[in-house]
């Protein structure tokens, strides 16, 4: 009788670890989740292209810029020559728009009167 027992608890076991795995293959395998895994197999893909793609133009990058040096040095060429001064541009006032300001009309409120391109009143 021990021996039944000992042997049906073990095939209940097994059943149940079984049916575990068949129902998780199961989920893994619906179309949304082969559609999720192969999205995410792509974005790897991707960032993995996409780093040593970087890594390469970094890499050409630095090669130019030592083959640069190599040639200016063999040829005799100043690579970093001196730069002018900055510009220095002097603050003008715009002595143009006095001109259009006129003195105030009879009517001070009638602002639609005035010949002044830039109408203050106009800002509140």
């Not at 079984?18 to 960032?47: F, I, M, S, W, Y």
């Not at 810029?65 to 220095?88: V, W």
């Amino acid at each position: 009788m021990f021996r039944r027992t000992f042997w049906f608890s073990t095939g209940v076991a097994a059943g149940v670890w079984a049916t575990t795995k068949v129902n998780r293959k199961l989920k893994q395998l619906t179309p949304e989740n082969l559609a999720a895994a192969a999205a995410n197999k792509a974005l790897d893909a991707g960032h993995r292209l996409k780093d040593r793609a970087v890594g390469f133009a970094l890499d050409v990058r630095d090669n130019m810029a030592r083959r640069e040096e190599e040639l200016g040095e063999a040829l005799g060429i100043n690579a970093s020559p001196e730069l002018p001064a900055p510009r220095r541009y002097a603050a003008i006032e715009n002595r143009s728009a006095t001109k259009y300001i006129e003195a105030p009309t009879s009517s001070p409120t009638n602002t639609s009167s005035t010949k002044n391109p830039y109408n203050r009143n106009e800002d509140h």
